[in-house]
RNA sequence: GCGCCCGUAGCUCAGUGGAUAGAGCAAUGGACUUCGAAUCCAAAGGUCGCAAGUUCGAAUCUUGCCGGGCGCGCCA
């Protein structure tokens, strides 16, 4: 469809530019929202009524005659307040389509040199929960409709293993806990026990302000590389880290490399980055003032607003490393990290930072365009960041440092009951409750996944009772994470999710289990074509790109409907497009979603292996083969599989 | 107080300048000897928070107001 609307936009521009005061982007089409407009429009006539002082309706009249024929278009039609409505050649268009997919030739280009997308990020002190997993699934989104459009994609998984969230539980295993780093060995469910021992220090520090002292002693240790402390909180970061990997490959999203916050510390990022944002005058140090003593950064678009990036006592604040960080992201630092092997998976090694020099000859960063999967609430600091950049004079780079933001995901007061807490009046009064891992409140992660998949099983236990039961649970564990990614893509990112348990639980209507299941029985439909009459997926490839298709054969109400069906999927490209540029995978989720209702109703109404005619039987199949595949790619660039059976 | 986001059907949400505003859930009625009913079909449900403005055309853009959320630290 997009190298269609390029092909007639510019013939309509050759033939229509010297009688209009138009240029080629005024040329713009819509989708009719009936199919009785046909399948493409175009407003022109209309935007150029008040210029020429006629009405839309007569110049549309004399446009459509000046237009003549069009490649691809059988007729044109005048509507409404002035629409030409354009009608496709059905048969020709769905030939090249057919011809295009098979060939895999899609008509979007890559436009950077290299994008990092750095998602997931949870602070290694405790198991993952809910709001982590709205993050990586956006996050896991964007990197497979990015690679999709050609695009080469470094995923990033920042470690903050230094910060004060790991500090607390390092203080709650030696302080309160007594344990020794070789005791860690002997915890079950370490990141579960951690959520617990996490809560219950945060409290107990909030209660204790004598401890402050030993606190901030734990947190130099850290950062200094003093023992135990250090030792602690490296086993502590590493074993969450692990945990957290386990909890995301559930749901299939994996990463490149895991940078550290220690290595940026040991690695003197920030020293180098100090330096320069002194030397280019980003920041200076002020005299007087509540800021006396702290090197600042003037915050746009506030009047005379700091903010402070060293404080008084020397040490640098988020935003100054975060800056140093975003530097390195596009190599603009001028020093990297060393990196060794953390994990391996499929064959692929996932890569830690390291302080620690060696021989490896391995880099990461120096992009071209970054995106940062961080939830709405840090929008304030993000855009601090951009403007360091931009204070540095690294312009290009701040306009391609894109803060991908979410809104966060709360609890339905039900969830609540679910967990056995009490609502307060205040939450019962706002209706949901907000998550917090300081508080342990919120659900895990694989406590959700645990709940999906047992649910998923008894579904998949009840329909196909004789399959095997390795072969069950792997089916159980897809239809699981179909579900929780569909439930995390459908809303729009910047729309708060009040998560309910039995919504989030649903496998009916629009849901991931539902699009499995409409790909699983189209697949079945082409598995019974095998069985009964041999036609294999080579012959059904081959047959697409002889195809010989005519809609004539077929009654006018199926014709409408199948072309309508062949339409929809057509703009698949255009759909991936669309969701990357705006950052919404809600696109996407319900572009899929509706293409699903339409083949659904579609071969409900149109039989395929019962027909009898031969060539209504051919058109149906390639029908259903080509919203097959378009809808295979929509469902993998969202991170479902679709099982044998389910 | 300032900044950002949200307000659309009973509920949860799509829909960022185009034609009669759409889904799912819930509730109502119907379809399983048929390519799988995790499905499909039908009917029902709307002053798009309110007001003004811009426009040939506004749920969509602008302004004001009302209601809700989140930020605004020498925390991250």
Not at 338 to 357: K, M, V
Not at 405 to 426: C, D, N, P, Q
Request: proline share 4%.
């Amino acid at each position: 469809m997009i190298t269609l609307k390029e092909t007639i936009r510019s013939v309509l521009y050759e033939r229509l530019k010297d009688i209009y005061p138009i240029v080629p982007e005024d040329i713009d089409f819509l989708y009719p929202p009936q199919a009785k407009f046909g399948d493409l429009a175009l407003s022109l006539p209309m935007s150029l009524a008040k210029k020429l002082g006629d009405n839309p309706r007569r110049i549309a009249q004399k446009m459509t005659a000046e237009i003549g024929a069009l490649p691809g278009i059988l007729r044109m039609e005048i509507a409404g307040a002035g629409f030409i409505n354009l009608f496709l050649d059905p048969a020709p268009f769905f030939r090249g389509r057919l011809a295009s997919s098979a060939a895999k030739k899609g008509a979007l280009r890559p436009d950077e040199r290299k994008i990092i997308v750095e998602h997931t990020n949870i602070n290694p002190n405790k198991a993952a929960h809910i709001g982590h997993l709205r993050n990586a699934c956006l996050g896991d989104t964007l990197v497979r409709c990015l690679r999709f459009k050609g695009e080469t994609v470094e995923v990033q998984n920042y470690l903050d293993d230094t910060g004060v969230q790991v500090v607390d539980v390092v203080y709650g295993l030696m302080e309160l806990e007594r344990k020794t780093v070789a005791d860690l060995e002997k915890i079950d469910r370490f990141d579960y026990y951690c959520w617990d021992l996490y809560a219950r220090t945060a409290a107990y520090l909030e209660e204790h302000p004598e401890s402050y002292g030993r606190k901030a002693e734990i947190l130099k240790g850290i950062e200094h590389g003093r023992e135990p402390e250090s030792e602690m909180a490296f086993a502590v970061s590493r074993r969450i880290a692990r945990a957290h990997l386990r909890t995301m490959k559930r749901i299939d999203a994996s990463y490149d490399v895991l940078p550290c916050e220690s290595s940026i510390l040991g690695l003197k990022f920030w020293e180098r980055a100090f330096a320069l944002l002194k030397e280019r005058r980003a920041i200076y140090f002020q005299n007087e003032g509540p800021n006396a003593g702290c090197w600042v950064m003037k915050v746009e678009d506030e009047d005379d607003r700091e903010k402070i990036i060293v404080r008084g006592d020397g040490t640098v604040t988020y935003v100054g490393k975060d800056i140093a960080y975003q530097m390195w992201k596009f190599g603009l630092l001028g020093r990297d990290f060393y990196y060794e092997p953390f994990a391996e998976e499929d064959g692929r090694t996932l890569w830690i930072s390291t302080a620690r020099p060696n021989d490896r000859n391995i880099g990461f960063g120096r992009a071209s365009r970054v995106y940062n999967v961080i939830d709405g609430r840090q929008s304030y600091l993000q855009k601090v960041v951009v403007q360091g950049l931009r204070a540095l004079r690294f312009e290009a780079q701040a306009e391609k440092s894109v803060h991908f933001s979410y809104e966060m995901v709360a609890l339905s007061l039900r969830s609540l009951k679910y967990l056995g807490i009490e609502a307060t009046a205040e939450e019962r009064e706002k209706g949901f409750v907000e998550v917090s891992g300081r508080k342990g409140l919120g659900i895990k992660a694989d406590d959700l996944l645990d709940l999906l998949e047992q649910k998923a099983l008894a579904e998949v236990d009840r329909r196909n009772p004789e399959l095997p039961d390795e072969s069950k649970r792997r089916t159980a564990a897809q239809i699981a994470r179909g579900a929780l990614r569909y439930f995390m893509l459908k809303f729009a990112r910047n729309s708060m999710i009040v998560f309910d348990v039995d919504d989030a639980l649903s496998f009916e209507g629009e849901t991931g289990p539902y699009l499995m299941y409409t790909v699983v029985r189209l697949n079945s439909i082409f598995r019974k074509l095998e069985e009964r009459g041999g036609t294999t997926r080579a012959d059904l490839e081959k047959r697409a790109a002889e195809s010989r298709v005519s809609f004539d054969i077929l009654n006018p109400a199926e014709r409408d409907e199948l072309w309508n069906l062949i339409v929809t999927a057509a703009k698949f490209e255009e759909e991936i497009l669309h969701s990357v540029a705006s950052l919404e995978f809600s696109h996407l989720a319900k572009f899929a979603f509706l293409l699903s209702q339409k083949v659904n109703a579609y071969y409900h109404r149109s039989p395929v292996l019962a027909e009898e005619k031969a060539d209504v039987k051919n058109i149906r199949i390639l029908g259903l083969y080509f919203v097959r595949g378009a809808l295979e790619k929509a469902l993998d660039l969202m991170g479902l599989s679709v099982p044998e059976r389910m």
